[in-house]
């Protein structure tokens, strides 16, 4: 019997060129590279010159019709996960759109940090079903470097910039990609790390908040609710999916910080040979990373149709999402 269900078709990314190593944030604040190598596993991270949001997440775009047999007039749905757009309107999803010359395409933005890809899977693949659409474009796509105090190493040293994303198909299938889901949000625990502060200079408020666009986090705070969430979440999905960890090929996590990674594959009691990690070449890439790091798998072959892998996101909200799927 067929039924209606989602597939990824393609997978693409895009960085900036300028490469950031941990040696020249040397020469800016007080950091080293073992400092920061031990801390994180980061080793150096691209940084936008003249990049934007917008031009990476165009990028992408361009490269995933390129792989497909569709023009851009038969995209249906364009989404991008972003905490870092060019503007607050137009949409980033919406000037992709227009870049592209997808005419057909209505397009949105979701906001939920680095959980925002996975959390975009879910949003597409409902939309897709309920509304009889074929073809979706979703993207996650980050410049944090312009949110960032150049000067506080315990922020800058962290984030790069960078977009990848999907291209996604409605279509009868025997048997679905869609395997399992866990969403959940911790906004009580949100103040742990926030970014871009808008601030009230209304003439008419009484309490004058300032703008404040700087990252600002409790990097413990944030590490005890990773490790802590992040495996709750990932094993609520395997429960439903009526799967182990055993059975999952590869974990595709976001890439926050090498140490988190391993300790989720320690608590899942996994070999972190299933758990690729690219953190020491692009930083944390908030809702770009989880997509970057699968058009690499999926580019070197780690990845193969019919394998189970696991996505995981977890930051800024504070939040978490997982999927489980068959590629």
């Known amino acids: 019997m067929k039924f209606e269900d989602f597939k990824i078709m393609a997978t693409a990314s895009s960085a900036p060129d300028h490469v950031v190593t941990n040696d020249e944030l040397a020469t800016m604040m007080d950091t080293s590279d073992e400092w920061i190598t031990q801390r994180t596993g980061i080793k150096r991270r691209r940084i936008a010159t003249e990049e ?8 992408v775009a361009t490269q995933l019709i390129a792989q497909s ?25 919406a000037m992709v759109q227009g870049n592209i010359g997808a005419d057909h395409a209505i397009a949105f933005d979701i906001d939920a940090a680095c959980s925002g890809f996975v959390y975009g ?23 944090l470097s312009k949110l960032l105090d150049w000067s506080d190493r315990s922020t800058a040293v962290l984030f790069g910039d960078g977009a990848g994303g999907v291209l996604i198909r409605n279509t009868a299938v025997d048997k679905g990609s869609f395997i399992s889901e866990d969403l959940r949000t911790l906004g009580n625990l949100g103040q742990y790390l926030t970014a871009g502060q808008t601030g009230n200079p209304s003439p008419f ?10 990252f600002k986090m409790n990097g413990r705070r944030v590490y005890s609710f990773a490790v802590k969430n992040v ?6 999905a395997l429960k439903q999916a009526n799967l182990t960890a055993d059975e999952v090929d590869c974990f595709v996590l976001h890439q926050a910080n090498q140490r988190i990674v391993e300790r989720i594959a320690d608590e899942l009691a996994v070999s972190m040979a299933k758990f690729p990690i690219n953190i020491d070449e692009y930083g944390n890439t908030a ?3 989880e997509p970057i790091l699968l058009d690499q798998l999926v580019k070197q072959k780690i990845i193969k ?23």
Do not use: W
């Open 52 to 59: 934007t949001t917008s031009s990476m997440c165009t990028d």
């Open 69 to 93: 047999d569709l023009t851009a007039k038969d995209i249906d749905l364009i989404a991008v996960a972003t905490m870092s757009p060019d503007y607050l309107t137009p949409s980033v999803s």
């Open 121 to 143: 899977l879910h949003l597409v693949k409902q939309m897709l079903i309920a509304n009889q659409q074929k073809n979706a474009i979703l993207i996650g796509g980050e410049t």
């Open 205 to 214: 408020a009484t309490d004058q908040q300032p703008f404040s666009p700087f």
């Open 231 to 236: 495996p709750e979440s990932i094993n609520d």
């Open 287 to 289: 809702a770009a990373s």
């Open 305 to 327: 149709r019919g394998d189970v892998i696991a996505l995981s996101g977890f930051g800024g909200g504070l939040t978490v999402g997982t999927m489980i799927m068959k590629y």
